[in-house]
């Protein structure tokens, strides 16, 4: 049983051991572009060797980098896969009190760029790999099934030379049923966790052109039909537009189960009610969770302009002008028709839409699951009475490729964090507590250990 199988790990040394590892990683620089994971693929295809793990190291270019370590299980059940990103994003030095690269420990905090996103869980993952190697296949015990570690690179800027370059060149080695990714989240509120948000699905991001055209000429003499003011009176429309509410099994999962533990009693009868059965609650509830943009992105497709290019010199009229929407829809939603409702909302003529690119549209995995109950019971053994809630995050990961290949893919960043921590994400001063590191250890070992145990 797993229970006594766990009573054998020192989880102090064992988090020693991983906020080590997470510092060293911190002070390889993978800022992406240009990225240059292929030090921590080095970092990590090291340790994992020399504690009698194999492992691929993969160079997808120069430069950049992939690792794929499994251990072996008996065979009777599916693989199930561990994913983390090397990359990071960049940083403004001037914004930070601490330097950015340095893992320092400080106020019980590993300080540093990645620390949460995404080097923080890979750090888990790692030490995941490590204790079960040490303290179950080596004490023999079977696993049920092979456990994956995958380090993937170039995330933060789309996975073209990273998870998607894996799964086109080396499919075989992402052989699994199941994974875990980062992509939820464990809320703190008044210094205990309230709710951990299982990621089971995500929003697809769409690049839209809307581009404006006109008669060009000189400034001295204005024309009806210039395209930086038509392109302006478009955005408005736009703006103003509000695509149609819709609730999918998760949003209403995440709802009717956030509803019993949210402190905020006027937001906690929202969200009672909008995930009843009844259209009169069910509005209501959207009239009030839609205040807050971060409720109103889940029950509904978003747009944002993001950019905006027109003209060349002060006296001259342009022929054209043109704005970049990012568009986020709810998974299975048409960006066609999308579009066609935003040539309606905006009306007028000498406007035109083009759809740039695509996310991947991938199929929610199930709530339904041994996984996410693997992963429900484990935190709640961490934190007895939290609240463990599917999610679809509005943000994109690597999970959307692996769906794509059939895998079942659970977004967990396992670490309890206040929202301003949280906040630090891709931010300054970003920053991981110990006691998280701790939690987040426990979390990721613990789901593992659930899906390769003998029931
Ligand atoms: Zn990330």
Redesign the pocket.
Known sequence: MPSRVQESIRWGAALKAATSHLQRLIRIDTVNPPGNELGVARYLDRVLRRNGIPTTLLEPVPGRGALVARIAGSGSARPVLLLA?MDVVGVEPDGWTKPPFSGAIEDGCVYGRGAI??KGMLACNLMAMLLLKRHVVDAGVTLTRDVVFVATGD??TGGALGIDWLATHHRGLLDAEWALN?GGRVRMVGGRPLYAAVQCAEKVPHAVIVRATGTSGHASVPLPDNPIARLAQALVAIASHREPLLLTDISRGFFSALAPVWPDPVEAAAMADISSDDPARIAAGERTLSREPSWDAVIRNGISPTMLAGGIRTNVIPADATATLNVRTLPGESITELIERLRIAVGQPGIEFRLRGSGEDAPASPIDSEMFDAVRDTLQVLSPGLAVVPFLSTGA?DSAALRLLGIKAYGLLPFPLTQDDEGRMHGHDERLPLTSLHFGLRAVYGTIRRMTSAV
């Open positions: 990103h996103d995404d995330e933060e980062e990961t």
